[in-house]
């Protein structure tokens, strides 16, 4: 079993937001300052368009196989809305982008009183209505479900489920190793003075019309999480997510799931796995994981991605 601390790979976005620069400490974000929007930080990974390093500098995917690692972990911060978007599932993506599919899941770290995310169409709205508004430009977003979230939320994203985060959310992201998204709609902004490219035929192609695909439900919602003192949020093929809650010096001993990677990611507090100290927004994948004990130093909460 050997321990690998991690410096995550940054994504600067045009919606990105401060939080994460603030919250993370100043030598995993090498030479970025404030004043840069920073919209992810991709903590776990091995995908060529983002691989994240252990601290002495050695790139995930030399380390990892892709059957190891089928997972990507990411905390993500918004100071604007996301695109309107959709992501393809595993055949599709597989023919059309040579990468695997992307199912990803939400857990909502923290975001003021009404703000939340875009989710599933709303009831009734056909392919035919969608593209109609799409290629007029029109208010995309009003088609979509919009719920208001807090910390705690879970949500389940599907591939071919039509979402997008809304501004000022700070969440962590487990998802497939993929990095196809097709952008639906844009909220008719520009970017460097032009729109930023849409992928409507492909979307269109992958998105789930199906009402029951599209319910509150079908994301299998979640709330109050951080109220639990332990959680399975979700087991796909791909990934096992546990949200862990505990008081100062609780224990517990884990263990990997089959021969996938284990990654420990902190969102509060301050633990030790084995004899390494990891403080909140820091994150850990262990090779070969048996037996690793996880201690918190303080009241922590951490993920668990096996």
Same mark, same amino acid.
């Given at each position: 079993?050997? +321990?690998?601390?991690?410096?995550?790979?940054?994504?600067?976005?045009?919606?990105? =937001?401060?939080?994460?620069?603030?919250?993370?400490?100043?030598?995993?974000?090498?030479?970025?300052?404030?004043?840069?929007?920073?919209?992810? *930080?991709?903590?776990?990974?091995?995908?060529?368009?983002?691989?994240?390093? *252990?601290?002495?500098?050695?790139?995930?995917?030399?380390?990892?196989? /892709?059957?190891?690692?089928?997972?990507?972990?990411?905390?993500?911060?918004? /100071?604007?809305?996301?695109?309107?978007?959709?992501?393809? &599932?595993?055949?599709?993506?597989?023919?059309?982008?040579?990468?695997?599919?992307?199912?990803?899941?939400? +857990?909502?770290?923290?975001?003021?009183?009404?703000?939340?995310?875009?989710?599933?169409?709303?009831? &009734?709205?056909?392919?035919?209505?969608?593209?109609?508004?799409?290629?007029? /430009? &029109?208010?995309?977003?009003?088609?979509?479900?919009?719920?208001?979230?807090?910390?705690?939320?879970?949500?389940?994203?599907?591939?071919?489920?039509?979402?997008?985060?809304?501004?000022?959310?700070?969440?962590?992201?487990?998802?497939?190793?993929?990095? $196809?998204?097709?952008?639906?709609?844009?909220?008719?902004?520009?970017?460097?003075?032009?729109?930023?490219?849409?992928?409507?035929?492909?979307?269109?192609?992958?998105?789930?019309?199906?009402?029951?695909?599209?319910?509150?439900?079908?994301?299998?919602?979640?709330? =109050?999480?951080?109220?639990?003192?332990?959680?399975?949020?979700?087991?796909?093929?791909?990934?096992?997510?546990?949200? $862990?809650?505990?008081?100062?010096?609780?224990?517990?001993? $884990?263990?990997?799931? =089959?021969?996938?990677?284990?990654?420990?990611?902190?969102?509060? &507090?301050?633990?030790?796995?084995?004899?390494?100290?990891?403080?909140?927004?820091? /994150?850990?994948?262990?090779?070969?994981?048996?037996?690793?004990?996880?201690?918190?130093?303080?009241?922590?909460?951490?993920?668990?991605?096996?």
């Amino acid at each position: 079993m050997k +321990l690998y601390p991690l410096r995550p790979y940054l994504t600067h976005k045009i919606w990105g =937001g401060t939080r994460l620069i603030d919250l993370k400490k100043p030598e995993l974000l090498g030479n970025i300052t404030s004043a840069e929007p920073l919209g992810e *930080t991709w903590e776990v990974s091995r995908h060529k368009d983002g691989i994240s390093e *252990t601290l002495d500098g050695n790139k995930l995917n030399e380390i990892f196989s /892709s059957e190891e690692l089928p997972y990507l972990v990411k905390f993500i911060d918004t /100071s604007d809305n996301l695109s309107i978007q959709v992501h393809p &599932g595993d055949e599709y993506a597989k023919k059309h982008e040579g990468d695997s599919g992307k199912s990803e899941c939400w +857990l909502i770290l923290d975001a003021p009183e009404g703000e939340g995310i875009y989710l599933g169409l709303k009831d &009734g709205v056909d392919k035919k209505q969608l593209e109609e508004e799409i290629r007029k /430009s &029109g208010q995309v977003n009003e088609l979509l479900n919009f719920y208001p979230v807090k910390a705690g939320d879970f949500f389940f994203v599907r591939s071919g489920s039509i979402h997008a985060i809304g501004k000022d959310v700070l969440m962590c992201e487990i998802q497939q190793s993929s990095g $196809v998204t097709y952008r639906v709609w844009d909220w008719n902004r520009l970017d460097n003075g032009k729109p930023r490219e849409l992928h409507i035929d492909k979307a269109l192609d992958v998105i789930n019309f199906e009402a029951e695909k599209n319910t509150l439900q079908a994301f299998d919602h979640m709330s =109050g999480n951080f109220s639990k003192s332990s959680v399975v949020l979700t087991e796909h093929r791909d990934f096992k997510v546990e949200l $862990v809650n505990g008081e100062a010096l609780e224990e517990r001993v $884990v263990s990997a799931n =089959g021969e996938r990677a284990l990654s420990v990611i902190v969102l509060s &507090g301050q633990i030790t796995a084995d004899d390494t100290k990891m403080n909140s927004y820091e /994150s850990m994948i262990v090779k070969e994981c048996k037996n690793l004990k996880i201690k918190n130093v303080q009241k922590s909460s951490y993920i668990i991605v096996s």
